[in-house]
Nanobody
């Protein structure tokens, strides 16, 4: 089946950087939009960044200028470069992708299991 696997989370000090990766595998015909979401304790899950198949991007206001989303279509992978991290960025980060399967050839939403990002001194 189609799976998304995140990597790159961890513990960093304020002002530090992390690079998250998410690789999709399985019976994939085409990947449309891909994105990163996050959920902090006691809060709802929110969209952090989104990238379309045409490389158009959107960012949550609090991460603009600090985070960059990109994708490598040959590797079925999406990245999130996070710079100048702040304590309020602490959350579980989830990868999401809209994927058209090989068979049956239909669209579906898929989620990774999440990776913890902790920003603390």
């Amino acid at each position: 089946q189609v799976q998304l696997v995140e990597s790159g989370g961890g513990l960093v000090q304020p002002g530090g950087s992390l690079r998250l990766s998410c690789a999709a595998s399985g019976p994939i015909f085409r990947i449309n939009a891909m994105g990163w979401y996050r959920q902090a304790p006691g809060k709802q899950r929110e969209l952090v960044a989104l990238i379309t198949s045409g490389d158009n991007t959107n960012y949550e206001d609090s991460v603009k200028g600090r985070f960059t989303i990109s994708r490598d279509n040959a590797k079925n992978t999406v990245y999130l470069q996070m710079n100048n991290l702040k304590p309020e960025d602490t959350a579980v980060y989830y990868c999401n992708a809209d994927i058209q399967r090989t068979f049956p050839r239909i669209n579906g939403q898929y989620w990774g299991r999440g990776t913890q990002v902790t920003v603390s001194s």
